[in-house]
């Protein structure tokens, strides 16, 4: 895996279009500058690894939207050393924007194939989250609470094992909707055991499936 000049170069491009998006958080910026997402695509799409696209990745799945990773991050309101849950860890480069972040992350992804080929690329990063390969809509009982959770797949409803898993006051980041398009939900969990929910644009994403490991 080369990272040349020009490939340095179209991310510098990438990052002053998501500037221009709205996104104005620099640790996040520098985290999509550290990692190239060109290793995280076939060859075929290299050439277009740092437009704002989403490409498949096999097993039917897509590296979601630049933007919309970096939107997603940004919601979490992530610190340094602070644990997160990330649902659906795909391509792995999500994941890899988290670690660089400097977060404990613990991922699920339920495809096999994309399991083992996101171990390996970030690995590859030296970064060393916990990946499990199962189904996230359980989620990680056994390492909760978790200070943040993030679900990058379209799910029908918020799971509430996932509620179960979130600390008081932590904060879930999840595209909620049945169809082709979602809407994006910032989740805080309250004192209580409620949670406080904002509604933040219609995003589209694979869905989330319930009960299904392949």
Known sequence: MQDTFKHKGMRKQLINELREKGINNEQILNAFDAIPRHFFLDLIFEQQAYSNQAFQIGAGQTISHPYTVA???????LKKGEKVLEIGTGSGFQTCILCQLGAKVFSIERQRELFLKAKKIIHHFNFTPRLSYGDGYIGLPS??????????????????????????????????????????????????GTIETTELGVFSFVPMLENKVK
């Not at 939107?71 to 309101?77: A, M, P, S, V």
């Not at 094992?161 to 309250?190: H, N, S, T, Y």
């Open 71 to 77: 939107f997603q991050t940004d919601l979490l309101e």
């Open 143 to 192: 390492f909760a609470p978790f200070d943040k959770i993030l679900v990058t797949c379209g799910a029908p409803e918020v799971p509430q094992a996932l509620v179960d898993q979130l600390k008081v006051g932590g904060i879930m980041v999840i595209p909620v909707g049945e169809g082709r398009d979602q809407i994006m939900q910032k989740i805080v969990k309250l004192e209580d």
